[in-house]
C-alpha cells in the first residue's frame, strides 16, 4: 500500500495546481457576477443568473470535454489549462452566489448607519458592506474548495497526470485495482480534511465575530 499511496502521490502537485487555480479564477471572476446579479441592471442581472443556473447546471467534466475535444478543431489547449479553465468557470458561479448571499444578509441598519454618517452610497458598499458580506462568504467558499478538489478527479478523463490519473495508469498496468483506488480515495481524504476542518474554524471564528 506504501509503494501505491507514493507512486499516487506522484499526481499531488497537479491535483494542487488545478484546485487552487481553478478556485483562484472563480475567486476573482466570482465578485464582478455577484455584483451583476445584484445590479439594478435588469440585462446584467439576467445575463448573471443565466451564467449562474448555466454553470451550475452542467457537470465539470461536460466543460472539460467541451474545451478540451469540443475547440480541439480551431485551438489547443493543454489538459491541465483546460481543466482549471473549466473548473474555474463552475467555481466562479458557485462562489458569485456565495458572495451575494453573504452581501444579502449585512442588515438594512448598516446602510442607514453609513447614510447617516454621510458616507455615499458606493462608499458605503466598498467600505461597510462588502467587507462584512465577504466575511460571512469565507467559510462556505473554503468548504466549496473542498468540493472542488474531489472534482479535480474528473480532469483524468483528458489525459491530466494528477491523483485519480496515476491510480489508473497503475490499475492498468495489470495491478489489483482495489488498493490501488482505495489508496487514491485515501490521499484525497488526507487532503480534503485539513481543508474542511479549516473551514469549520474559519466559521465558528466569523460566527464568534458577527455575535460581538
Known amino acids: 500500500m506504501t509503494d501505491i499511496v507514493l507512486f499516487l502521490l506522484q499526481g499531488l502537485w497537479t491535483t494542487a495546481v488545478i484546485t487552487i487555480g481553478s478556485f483562484l479564477i472563480g475567486a476573482v471572476l466570482g465578485v464582478p457576477v455577484a455584483l451583476a446579479r445584484l445590479s439594478d441592471v435588469p440585462v446584467l442581472r439576467w445575463a448573471a443568473t443565466a451564467y449562474v443556473e448555466v454553470l451550475r447546471g452542467i457537470p465539470p467534466i461536460a466543460w472539460m470535454l467541451v474545451l478540451f475535444y469540443g475547440l480541439s478543431r480551431w485551438v489547443q489547449i493543454e489538459p491541465v489549462v483546460a481543466a482549471c479553465l473549466a473548473l474555474g468557470a463552475v467555481a466562479t458561479a458557485y462562489l458569485a452566489e456565495n458572495y451575494r448571499a453573504g452581501i444579502r444578509s449585512v442588515a438594512q441598519g448598516q446602510w442607514e448607519g453609513a447614510d447617516a454618517l454621510g458616507m455615499g452610497s458606493r462608499d458605503t458598499f466598498w467600505r461597510v458592506i462588502a467587507p462584512q458580506g465577504i466575511g460571512v462568504a469565507l467559510p462556505p467558499s473554503a468548504g466549496f474548495a473542498v468540493g472542488l478538489l474531489k472534482d479535480s478527479a474528473v480532469a483524468s478523463v483528458i489525459g491530466v497526470s494528477d491523483i485519480a490519473f496515476q491510480a489508473l495508469m497503475l490499475n492498468q498496468q495489470g495491478n489489483a485495482g482495489l488498493p490501488i483506488f482505495l489508496g487514491a480515495g485515501l490521499v484525497y481524504l488526507l487532503i480534503s480534511v485539513p481543508i474542511a476542518v479549516?473551514?469549520?474554524?474559519?466559521?465558528?471564528?466569523?460566527?464568534?465575530?458577527?455575535a460581538v
Open 198 to 210: 479549516g473551514a469549520r474554524r474559519l466559521d465558528a471564528a466569523v460566527r464568534v465575530r458577527s
